[in-house]
Every structure is written in structure tokens, then in C-alpha cells.
């Protein structure tokens, strides 16, 4: 299983990105997918996560700001990220759990800044 994350940059503050992450290999659906940011000098922390039915569940941090959604015949998940913040600024992981297996992929950075 391989995850392919994408999406990121630089944007201002108050600006939106759309996080995009594809699973592939050989499955036939994905349970659990989601998002993990980790900003220098700190832990990798869970940004939000949606299960394979839909339901989803954020941080109290990006809520209202971030919403995150899926596609399973796509075997994608996205996260819209609005309102952007300079504390926003980190690695985003996407992480995906197949099978009862963890997987994450490679990050891709996130700059929030004027």
C-alpha cells in the first residue's frame, strides 16, 4: 500500500490549500484515513481523520476551519483547509489504516505566511 499526498505550499494568512491523498496498491477499500501535522519541535499531532463512513473527527484547533472528506471508489481522502493560520505552518502526513495496517505517507509541507 502506498499513499501519494499532495497539495501543499505557501500561502498567506487567511488563505485556503487542498490536501489531497491517494491510496494505491493491491486493496479493496480503505478503512480509517487522515491527517497528522508535526511542526518543528513538536510531536506529530492528529489534524483530523475520517472512517470509511464518512464520519469525520477534527482538532479543536482546525475546527470550523478544516473539513476533511473522502472518496472511496477513488480510494482518496481530501482535507480543505480554510482561514489558514501561521501556527497552521507544518508537515501534513496522511495516514491510512488497510486491513488493520498503519501506513503514512511521505509529508508535504504546509507554510502559512505573509
Known amino acids: 500500500v502506498q499513499l501519494q499526498a499532495s497539495g501543499g505550499g505557501l500561502v498567506q494568512p487567511g488563505g485556503s490549500l487542498r490536501l489531497s491523498c491517494v491510496a494505491s496498491?493491491?486493496?479493496?477499500?480503505?478503512?480509517?484515513m487522515g491527517w497528522y501535522r508535526q511542526a518543528p519541535g513538536k510531536q506529530r499531532e492528529l489534524v483530523a481523520g475520517i472512517n470509511s463512513g464518512g464520519m469525520p473527527n477534527y482538532a479543536d484547533s482546525v475546527k470550523g476551519r478544516f473539513t476533511i472528506s473522502r472518496d472511496n471508489t477513488k480510494k482518496t481522502a481530501y482535507l480543505q483547509m480554510n482561514s489558514l493560520k501561521p501556527e497552521d505552518t507544518a508537515v501534513y502526513y496522511c495516514?491510512?489504516?488497510?486491513?488493520?495496517?498503519?501506513?503514512w505517507g511521505k509529508g508535504t509541507q504546509v507554510t502559512v505566511s505573509s
Open positions: 495516514h491510512a489504516v488497510v486491513y488493520g495496517m498503519h501506513y
Open positions: 496498491g493491491s486493496i479493496f477499500n480503505v478503512n480509517g
